[in-house]
Every structure is written in C-alpha cells, then in structure tokens.
C-alpha cells in the first residue's frame, strides 16, 4: 500500500507499545498541532482569522501555555483574540448597562424598585440570555480541537482502509493491545460502514476479543500494585505493574495524559 501523510503515522502507532494506538495517533497529533500554533504559524493572518474566531479550549489554552515555546507570539494571539471577542460580546449582550455606579449608591439594595432599576434595565435579561448562548456556543470552539477532530476522522478512515487492503496491516493489528474503552466502541461502531458484512464482523470480534484480554491483564497488573502495599510483599518483583495505575486509567476512559 503507498505511503500517504496519513499512512505513516497510524503504521508508527500501530508499532508503538501502547495501551491503545488510536489514543497515541491523537496524543502525537494533539501535540503537533499546539506546536503548530505556537509557531510561526500564529503570525500568519489567515491563522490570526481563525483564531481571534475561535480561540482555544482551557485544555488548549492551557498546552500552549506550557509548551513556552513563543510566550510572545501567544501573547499577540491572546490579545487579538480578546479583542475579538470583546466586541462580540458587546454585541451579544446589547442592552447590559456598562455603568453600575447607581447600584452601589446608598439604599440601593434595600429598595432597588423605588429608584428605577428595573425599568433603566429592562434590555439586560434577553441581552445576558444571548450573551450566555453565544458563550455556550463559543465554548465548543477550539482551533486546535477542530484541526484535531478532522484529523482523527482522516486516521479512522486509514485504519480501516489499511485493514481491509493490507494483511501485514491486519497482522500489526491483532499484535496490539488493544484500545481503550471509547475508542473500542468508537471502532466498533464504525465498522459497519467501512467494512463489507463477513469483514465487520470479523474485525469488531477481534477489536472486542483484543479488549477482553488486554483488560484482565491490566487488572491483574493493577491487582499486583495494591498487593505490593502489602509488607509481604515489599521485596517482590513489581513486575510491570509500577505504572499500571496510569495504563489502567487510560484503558478505561482514554485519558492518556495520566501516561505522560
Ligand atoms: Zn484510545
Ligand atoms: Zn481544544
């Protein structure tokens, strides 16, 4: 099978001992793509376009913050954004009072009726309603999140094509151990699409047996960790289980960054 862009990396971790491949692809992906807009990239407009439109999520945020790579150029993108969203804000909230002198004046808690309150602030319920959606809407923004779904998309696509045309493919597959619980049942159901009926069949018996096994390994590993607790134990051979809590965690839930 020719190599593609997207080929290569789904083989490399497919290759990689890893409690799940498909958590892998995401993690390596993940982190390019904070590099990504930490780079050069963030000078670019075109890139400004998209993210003073749709920022980062916290945990995006919160990456290329630590990632330290360009403080400066994060500095310049925040501020663009901030900008952005400022003046979207406005818009949304429409009605919202900017001045709050009058309600810190005296009695201004105790009889908020008398002095008009109410009336001066009949525009600010439905403005703070929009306000609110707009906030709701633009918290499932992300530049990173959107470049990363699509890509995800893209590698699922791959799997599937390699496993249907590629026996060595097949054969890495079935060596793996395994996926984690999301990305189990993401496989699973995906497969009736990109896969002929005996095929799906097939693959999502291997996908569950591949789960079935890998999850009772883990928990014997984790078993084995609590039982070194045990003074009993305490010069007995950790054997693999030293990081079973962290493996154990991302076979349940696909959380990888406890792995780290
Ligand atoms: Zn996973
Ligand atoms: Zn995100």
Known sequence: MAETIYTVPVSEAFEADCECPVCELRRRFENET???????????????????D??????????????????????????TYMQEQISRIKKYAGGVRLDLSEDSEDGAEQAPAKKGLFKKKAAAPSGAKNLAGYIRKHECECAVCKKLDYTMDRYIDIIFHMYRGDKNFREKFRNTKG????????????????????????????????????????????????????YRNVDKDWGNSRDALQRGIQKMTGNIDVTK
């Open 34 to 52: 904070v590099d990504y807009f930490a780079g050069p990239s963030l000078m670019e407009p075109d890139t400004r376009i998209v993210t003073n």
């Open 54 to 79: 749709t920022g980062f999520c916290s945990r995006h945020f919160g990456m290329l913050f630590t990632s330290q790579a360009n403080k400066l150029g994060l500095g310049l993108t925040l501020d």
């Open 179 to 230: 996926f984690c619980l999301p990305h189990t049942a993401l496989l699973i159901e995906t497969s009736g699409k990109k896969l002929s009926g005996r095929a799906a069949d097939e693959f999502c018996e291997t996908v569950s047996a591949l789960l079935i096994k890998n999850l009772e390994r883990i928990e014997k590993e984790v078993d084995w960790f609590t039982k070194k607790f045990d």
